[in-house]
């Protein structure tokens, strides 16, 4: 199969602190994997494509600095929001491809800055 | 830029009661179109993948179809555990990007026993 684990589920934070979320592929090795975010009754937007042993590659508007992405392995990528404030709150969720699989999601993390 | 617009926004049915959703795109370079179910504070659960105009795939109660244009999820006879936000999504190839994945904002179905 092709599953991705996403860790923690939920996460309360405060303002002006960091979290880390981490998102590993079970059974398979990825050597990409992607990070989206959703806000209430929107759609899934692409924050950032993860590539094992290089720089992540960030979309337009999104600050590479305050989300740092790091995928040392090819099995475990992690994403950091730094210095999180209320308007950071969202549903992150990471992603896999497998070839023949296809892409493959975590279950998301609820991420709320207090 | 792609665009991907499903409708409608939410849609409520009694169980056993037929209908489809859409999804509309624009893309340069269709590689694929994807379907997920996404349940409320979960990640998205692939659902079918379709590749060209024509194509057709189906699974239990849910059949999706492919036009150059659009693509329809149909529902027939739902139950109350099809209810879920059901998402679209694109990938269009073109270089380094080639694996994005661009999504419509989703179709919320809910089904009433």
């Known amino acids: 199969g092709a599953v991705v684990s996403q860790h923690p589920s939920r996460v309360i934070c405060k303002s002006g602190t960091s979290v880390k979320i981490e998102c590993r592929s079970l059974d398979f090795q990825a050597t990409t994997m992607f990070w989206y975010r959703q806000f209430p009754k929107q759609s899934l937007m692409l924050m950032a494509t993860?590539?094992?042993?290089?720089?992540?590659?960030?979309e337009q508007g999104v600050e590479k600095d305050k989300f740092l992405i790091n995928h040392a392995s090819l099995t475990l990528s992690t994403l950091t929001v730094t210095s999180a404030h209320p308007e950071d709150s969202s549903f992150y969720i990471c992603?896999?491809?497998?070839?023949?699989?296809?892409?493959?999601f975590g279950s998301g993390t609820r991420l709320t800055v207090v | 830029e792609d665009q991907v617009t499903q409708s409608p926004e939410a849609l409520r049915l009694q169980e056993g009661e037929s209908s489809s959703l859409n999804c509309s795109y624009t893309v340069s370079g269709l590689r694929g179109l994807f379907w997920y179910r996404q349940d409320p504070g979960k990640g998205p659960e692939f659902l079918f993948t379709l590749y060209s105009a024509g194509e057709e795939k189906e699974k239990e109660r849910l059949k999706a179809t492919l036009t150059k244009k659009e693509s329809f999820l149909h529902i027939t006879a739902p139950k109350p555990e099809d209810s879920a936000t059901y998402l679209c999504?694109?990938?269009?190839?073109?270089?380094?990007?080639?694996?994005?994945?661009?999504f419509g904002k989703g179709t919320l179905l809910t089904v009433n026993p």
């Open positions: 999504a694109v990938q269009a190839g073109s270089g380094g990007s080639n694996y994005k994945l661009t």
């Open positions: 992603s896999a491809v497998r070839a023949k699989f296809g892409y493959t």
């Open positions: 993860s590539n094992e042993g290089s720089k992540a590659t960030y």
